[in-house]
Structure formats: C-alpha cells, structure tokens
C-alpha cells in the first residue's frame, strides 16, 4: 500500500472513530486553492460527503487570483459547489 492509500485510510479512519461527521451533513469546507486545503475537499468529496468550497478573497492580487482558478478548476471538474467570499 503506497503513501496515498495510507493517508486516505488514515484521514477515513479518524473521521469515522471520533464521529466527526454525519453522512447527511452538507459540511462547507474553507479552501485556499493550495494543496492542503484541496486535498481535505477531495478526501471528503471522495469518501461520500455532500460538500460545497468556500474562497474567501483576502485580496492579495497575484496569490488570490492563482489559487482560485486553480480551485475553481477543481471544483468544475468534481461538479463541488464553490462559494466564494
């Protein structure tokens, strides 16, 4: 088993043992754009979750503007909701 399964059956494994989530639950997860943030959005879009993005423009020009396209992107592709703030 590679280091991605690993991490997944990880991630799976913590949310079902301390009940963090319901399965009918629309949980809004905060995004980034980055790497960290989009992999806890696919892991929860992956697992069954019913989610929706959240961006919250901060308004720093050059970051801001990369990281939503390339969430924006992500988000049309998975068919995930993207609110932006």
Not at 40 to 63: Q, R, T
Not at 66 to 76: D, E, M, P, T, V
């Amino acid at each position: 088993m590679g280091f991605i399964e690993v991490f997944e059956k990880k991630v799976k494994n913590t949310v079902k043992n301390f009940n963090l989530i319901k399965k009918n639950e629309k949980l809004i997860v905060a995004c980034s754009g980055g790497k960290d943030s989009t992999t806890a959005l696919y892991l929860l879009y992956k697992f069954g979750y019913n989610v929706e993005a959240l961006f919250i423009d901060v308004g720093i020009p050059d970051s801001s503007n990369k990281n939503l396209i390339n969430l924006r992107a992500f988000c049309n592709e998975h068919n995930i909701k993207l609110n932006i703030a």
